[in-house]
């Protein structure tokens, strides 16, 4: 393993590994309590884009290798020895770049899952903060699903549809095991239904909200392609809210609803900057919570 390839495990990974978490953390890089000196202001900074760190403190700063040097006292050559065994004993990673982690798979292959946990794995927890999801409300409804394609395993934070399927997302990829919507009934007679595109979108709305559950019944669809599925569901409720991305297609088919039904609410133009509602998290976590809430409708 060459000193290209080790440099592409992420810095943020190799630190949670050893139990050393970003004091102040942002969707691009961390602020940390530098790891070979006393540091009271966590003042070493790591860009999770560029995979790379510098300790302001110090003026030092580098790749992993040079980090992994710096904390180990060791040379290039024992720093890569190392990192080689931690990266040997770190269980379905794939150490390419982001375009070659995800597994490409040819439509004769198929996802095999392995196993179902419950969802704990610290770099999946470290990706739901990334896109500012709460990771308590996220194990609520969310699994943590370790699957293989052609032989290879891999992990995931799992979403579940209503025919067992799964929507897998992790830092690295994108995909599912079967394309379908999922119901989350709500506790009551319901007359209301909140429709969202992705489960991400859903779990920006409970974050937001600070709900473990919506009080409406609540659809996925996991892809705009699943909207003719669900048209005679929703002709039993007097009031739809749709959470729809803000592109030519999401457009597209909140106006198709309007034409079927006479109660759409449009909920996008809250979010009309953003190109989804958890975009639009990201850029307003900063905001206090009775400032989010206001916007979003029941």
């Known amino acids: 393993m060459n000193s290209k390839i080790i440099n592409q495990f992420p810095i ?8 050393i978490y970003p004091a102040k953390d942002n969707v691009s890089y961390g602020m940390y309590h ?26 030092e700063g580098g790749t992993l290798i040079d980090l992994v040097m710096r904390i180990e006292s060791c040379s290039n050559g024992r720093a890569m020895q190392l990192l080689e065994q931690k990266i040997a004993g770190t269980a379905s990673f794939s150490f390419q770049k982001e375009k070659e ?6 439509h004769q292959q198929t996802i095999s899952i392995q196993r179902i946990d419950v969802l704990t794995n610290p770099s999946l927890l470290t990706y739901l903060n990334e896109r500012s999801i709460n990771t308590e409300i996220a194990r609520l409804h969310c699994q943590e699903v370790h699957y293989s394609v052609n032989g290879k395993p891999y992990f995931a934070v799992g979403f579940r549809n209503d025919t067992g399927g799964y929507e897998l997302r ?3 990829f994108k995909g599912c095991t079967s394309k379908n919507t999922t119901t989350i009934k709500a506790a009551g007679n319901n007359n209301t239904c ?3 595109e992705g489960f991400m979108d859903y779990l920006s709305f ?15 669809l996991n892809s705009l392609s699943n909207l003719a599925k669900i048209k005679s569901s929703l002709t039993g409720y007097g009031s739809i809210t749709t959470f729809l991305d803000n592109d030519e297609a999401g457009k597209r088919a909140v106006q198709e609803l309007k034409l079927c039904y006479l109660n759409v609410t449009d909920q996008s133009e809250f979010y009309a900057k953003h190109k989804d509602l958890n975009e639009y998290l990201c850029n307003k976590k900063q905001l206090p919570q009775k400032q989010v809430r206001k916007g979003f409708k029941l």
């Open 170 to 172: 992790n830092r690295y």
């Open 101 to 106: 982690i995800v597994p490409k798979i040819p």
């Open 206 to 220: 409970l974050t937001m909200k600070n709900w473990q559950q919506a009080k409406a019944d609540v659809i996925i």
């Open 34 to 59: 530098s790891p070979f000196r006393e540091d009271h202001n966590a003042s070493m900074k790591v860009d999770y884009n560029k995979n790379l760190w510098i300790d302001y403190g110090t003026g």
């Open 194 to 196: 909140q429709l969202f």
């Open 12 to 19: 943020r990974d190799y630190l949670a590994g050893s139990g």
